[in-house]
């Protein structure tokens, strides 16, 4: 089992930056491909970003791509997601997840095997 544990959400201005962490427990994390997602009141659960276990590939949805980077310490059984030039439509709970086996990323959210409890991100305009 791999527990997620994901900090940094806030309150902002639109524009503003923020940081997302989502820390690890366990001894396999370096072998799981991580993904972000999130969902808004209302809304299913969206992708956002993916990392494969390398960190080496990754992947963004188009409303985010050029905006977030997700990055990843094996070392320190870490994923962060890096949120700049944040909008209104960027609100909502985002969650970290982890998927036991793979070699690259993945961007459905049925296809991870672990959840964080999320973390409230708010742009107000």
């Known amino acids: 089992q791999v527990q997620l544990v994901e900090s940094g959400g806030g309150s902002v201005q639109a524009g503003d930056s923020l940081r997302l962490s989502c820390v690890a427990s366990g001894h396999t994390f370096s072998t799981y491909p991580m993904g972000w997602f999130r969902q808004a009141p209302g809304k299913e659960r969206e992708f956002v970003t993916g990392?494969?276990?390398?960190?080496?590939?990754?992947g963004y949805a188009d409303s985010v791509k050029g905006r977030f980077t997700i990055s990843r310490d094996n070392a320190k059984n870490t994923v962060w997601l890096q949120m700049n030039s944040l909008k209104p439509e960027d609100s909502a709970v985002y969650y970290c997840a982890a998927k036991r086996y793979g070699s690259t990323w993945y961007r459905t959210y049925k296809e991870y095997d672990f959840w964080g409890q999320g973390t409230q991100v708010t742009v107000s305009s």
């Open positions: 990392i494969s276990w390398s960190g080496g590939n990754t």
